[in-house]
């Protein structure tokens, strides 16, 4: 063998060895803006994840819509088009109904509750159900049981001034609340909302507290109203034939950070409930927390008409499941 020969053989040999040893892509997409306090966690997840993995998995996440959008990521990840998805529970709309079982209005606002939800039999359930539509699970992570109802011009404090209010919609079920109250609810994935209440598409919406702050709803409403009326989560999920081609370090290590990024997940939102009322204020915004008697309005108002179309939407999946999340309030 002359020296070229050895030197392309020895060439050829590492270009091997390198590509054996080259990181598995692991695309993720999702709708929060970067400043979100759940949109940092997803970013601390991903560098856990290649950590554990020892470097097999190259973790590359795209925020803020920027590589699907928001209402396509379910699909993208089920047809293998992307790895990995975190989505909002209730962008499952009509195609998983029951995802939407926390925003049902004053159903599951304990922290307590939330604490246990990632290992709990109303998750594991849930997470079969999943498995079924294609996706493959990988990570709960709690995002608010704290929102608001914006509004502009004036605060919206009882059912009463929901009449003729044009606003964004969460989902059918939850909508049913918005539309007994005498509201007209619009659908759009949550980039757009800001943009359709600064132009008058609509006039009010209801978000997560901190996602007010975080996608600048103060520059286009002077009015929230903090309620606790539906709980959100965003979760983390991957394309099952893509899982199942990677090694067990790597699948351990998506196992252990999403675990770890519940709890993150949690300490976070815990706390940009907290601080977001006030960072609001200082944007010019009057905020309102709903009293307990207003709470106990917007609840008889919104509940039944919420329960009804829940139950039409999740039939008897939907009753063993809110049996299941009787376990851990």
């Given at each position: 063998?002359?020296?070229?020969?050895?030197?392309?053989?020895?060439?050829?040999?590492?270009?091997?060895?390198?590509?054996?040893?080259?990181?598995?892509?692991?695309?993720?997409?999702?709708?929060?803006?970067?400043?979100?306090?759940?949109?940092?966690?997803?970013?601390?997840?991903?560098?856990?994840v290649e950590k554990l993995s020892d470097g097999e998995l190259d973790v590359q996440v795209f925020g803020a819509d920027?590589?699907?959008?928001?209402?396509?990521?379910?699909?993208?990840?089920?047809?293998?088009?992307?790895?990995?998805?975190?989505?909002?529970?209730?962008?499952?709309?009509?195609?998983?109904?029951?995802?939407?079982?926390?925003?049902?209005?004053?159903?599951?606002?304990?922290?307590?509750?939330?604490?246990?939800?990632?290992?709990?039999?109303?998750?594991?359930?849930?997470?079969?159900?999943?498995?079924?539509?294609?996706?493959?699970?990988?990570?709960?992570?709690?995002?608010?049981?704290?929102?608001?109802?914006?509004?502009?011009?004036?605060?919206?404090?009882?059912?009463?001034?929901?009449?003729?209010?044009?606003?964004?919609?969460?989902g059918p079920a939850f909508d049913r609340g918005l539309t007994a109250m005498g509201a007209t609810t619009v659908a759009?994935?949550?980039?757009?909302?800001?943009?359709?209440?600064?132009?008058?598409?609509?006039?009010?919406?209801?978000?997560?507290?901190?996602?007010?702050?975080?996608?600048?709803?103060?520059?286009?409403?002077?009015?929230?109203?903090?309620?606790?009326?539906?709980?959100?989560?965003?979760?983390?999920?991957?394309?099952?034939?893509?899982?199942?081609?990677?090694?067990?370090?790597?699948?351990?290590?998506?196992?252990?950070?999403?675990?770890?990024?519940?709890?993150?997940?949690?300490?976070?939102?815990?706390?940009?409930?907290?601080?977001?009322?006030?960072?609001?204020?200082?944007?010019?915004?009057?905020?309102?927390?709903?009293?307990?008697?207003?709470?106990?309005?917007?609840?008889?108002?919104?509940?039944?008409?919420?329960?009804?179309?829940?139950?039409?939407?999740?039939?008897?999946?939907?009753?063993?499941?809110?049996?299941?999340?009787?376990?851990?309030?």
């Amino acid at each position: 063998m002359n020296r070229y020969t050895a030197t392309l053989a020895a060439t050829l040999l590492l270009s091997a060895v390198t590509m054996s040893h080259a990181a598995t892509p692991m695309r993720c997409s999702h709708q929060l803006p970067p400043a979100h306090h759940i949109a940092i966690v997803v970013d601390k997840w991903a560098a856990e994840v290649e950590k554990l993995s020892d470097g097999e998995l190259d973790v590359q996440v795209f925020g803020a819509d920027s590589l699907i959008k928001a209402n396509d990521n379910i699909l993208s990840v089920a047809k293998g088009d992307i790895e990995c998805a975190f989505s909002l529970n209730f962008q499952w709309g009509k195609t998983l109904p029951i995802m939407n079982v926390t925003v049902g209005p004053y159903t599951m606002s304990s922290i307590e509750a939330w604490k246990k939800w990632p290992t709990s039999e109303a998750a594991a359930f849930l997470e079969e159900k999943l498995t079924k539509k294609g996706v493959k699970n990988i990570a709960w992570m709690f995002q608010t049981n704290t929102s608001v109802f914006t509004s502009k011009g004036k605060a919206l404090v009882s059912p009463d001034d929901f009449t003729g209010i044009k606003m964004r919609g969460i989902g059918p079920a939850f909508d049913r609340g918005l539309t007994a109250m005498g509201a007209t609810t619009v659908a759009m994935p949550g980039s757009e909302v800001y943009q359709a209440l600064a132009t008058g598409v609509i006039d009010a919406a209801v978000t997560d507290v901190a996602a007010a702050y975080s996608r600048k709803y103060f520059e286009v409403q002077d009015h929230m109203t903090v309620v606790p009326v539906l709980a959100a989560y965003l979760h983390g999920y991957v394309n099952p034939a893509w899982y199942e081609g990677l090694s067990d370090k790597s699948k351990a290590a998506l196992k252990q950070s999403g675990e770890a990024a519940s709890q993150w997940a949690l300490e976070a939102s815990i706390q940009a409930a907290a601080d977001a009322p006030k960072q609001l204020e200082e944007k010019g915004v009057k905020v309102h927390v709903a009293t307990d008697a207003e709470n106990e309005a917007f609840k008889a108002a919104m509940q039944p008409a919420f329960a009804e179309g829940f139950a039409e939407e999740s039939g008897e999946d939907g009753k063993t499941l809110l049996g299941l999340i009787e376990k851990i309030q």
